[in-house]
């Protein structure tokens, strides 16, 4: 595997993104039509480009292959979505490399704050949040879902 990371800059970065999305979308037990996903994708470049978002993106030899999204949640506060691996490369540690990746651009951007929302039953995803020092929140926005997780972390020091 030649990884290598980037952040969506061009149409053809955003495409590979909307591809990574529709992957992580169609891998989970779910309809993601609650969060206006089909929107989302069709604004990936507004929500989750400069000079408010950015999306991390993976490549394996020009296939993209991993994704995280920043976006503005509010003033102070980036909310991290979509964050993905494709099933083949999963087990190399990716996901600690795109979480580092993804909290480092939340900073530049100027974050203080990151939020993020999931379920329960993906504890490999939460796992990972808590290894780098997320916490449980109180719900910051809708989700339908009895086990939704509420997560936070502090970007900058006080």
Aim: glycine letters at 6%.
């Amino acid at each position: 595997m030649d990884l290598q990371f980037l952040t969506a800059t061009s149409e053809s970065d955003f495409n590979a993104g909307r591809q990574l999305f529709r992957a992580y979308a169609a891998s989970l037990p779910f309809d993601l039509s609650f969060q206006g996903f089909e929107e989302e994708l069709a604004s990936i470049e507004v929500q989750y480009g400069a000079p408010e978002g950015a999306l991390v993106l993976g490549f394996d030899r020009l296939v993209p292959v991993a994704c995280a999204g920043i976006r503005r949640w509010n003033e102070t506060t980036a909310e991290l979505k979509r964050m993905y691996i494709d099933p083949a490369c999963r087990g190399q540690k990716l996901s600690v490399r795109l979480m580092a990746i993804a909290l480092e651009k939340a900073l530049q951007l100027g974050y203080e704050k990151m939020v993020l929302d999931s379920v329960g039953s993906m504890k490999a995803a939460i796992h990972l949040y808590e290894s780098f020092g997320f916490e449980k929140i109180a719900p910051y926005r809708f989700n339908p879902f009895e086990d939704a997780v509420y997560m936070e972390k502090r970007l900058k020091e006080e």
